[in-house]
């Protein structure tokens, strides 16, 4: 649903910005052969892609583009949902000069995200976090623990469906909540 919202908030962004999309092609998580959805973008003669993808169907995709001549990857954009821990490892020489959008910034300087870096860092072997969902997930446990605790939920069983209800309630149409990079909400159940 991220990526589906992301893309249509992207083409909302684009037209005002005066950038024309040329045409859409979708793509199927897990799809094998990305030779036809390439066939069919190339088919537009754009001057540049969007790929909203996860990691495998970017690196797919862009590798196709490499088969059929595109080789300027600087006229690729892929998105936060392509990536990943194995883009690189996947993508090698295919996604030298793409750009891509990332929600996330590794290195902001907020004294909650540094603490965050450091114990991330502790536990992985010296990684710095390099995904969305740490951020994400993070965010995503100080919202459920502040809902608990504005709710004053119990967790007690004869009242958890009730109460499970409640925080779903809370966090489906959220205040503001303070998080890691910055501040959030959740509005009809979207970020």
């Known amino acids: 649903p991220s990526i589906a919202a992301g893309y249509e908030l ?5 037209e005002k910005a005066g950038i024309t999309v040329a045409g859409t092609v979708e793509v199927q998580t897990g799809q094998i052969d990305l030779g036809p959805s390439v066939v069919k973008a190339l088919s537009y003669k754009a001057d540049g892609y969007q790929m909203i993808l996860r990691t495998d169907e970017f690196v797919k995709s862009v590798t196709e583009l490499h088969k059929r001549g595109m080789k ?3 006229k690729v954009l892929g998105t936060f949902s392509a990536v990943g821990p194995h883009l690189f490892q996947l993508g090698k020489e295919y996604i030298e000069n793409c750009y891509m959008w990332n929600k996330m910034d590794s290195y902001y300087d ?3 995200w540094k603490k965050l870096v450091e114990n991330y860092k502790a536990e992985f072997e010296g990684q710095v976090p390099g995904v969305p969902p740490v951020p994400d997930f ?3 446990l100080y919202a459920v623990k502040e809902g608990i605790e504005t709710l004053g939920l ?7 469906q009730e109460e499970r209800q409640k925080l779903a309630e809370f966090l489906y149409n959220s205040k503001e909540f303070e998080g890691i990079q910055g501040p959030y909400t959740w509005v ?4």
Do not use: F, H, M, Q
Request: with cysteine; charged share 30%; glycine share 20%.
């Open 10 to 14: 992207c083409k909302e962004g684009y």
């Open 72 to 74: 300027d990857g600087s």
């Open 110 to 112: 907020a004294p909650g």
């Open 138 to 140: 993070y965010n995503a």
């Open 154 to 160: 119990t967790g007690s069983p004869e009242v958890r």
């Open 188 to 191: 009809n159940g979207k970020k």
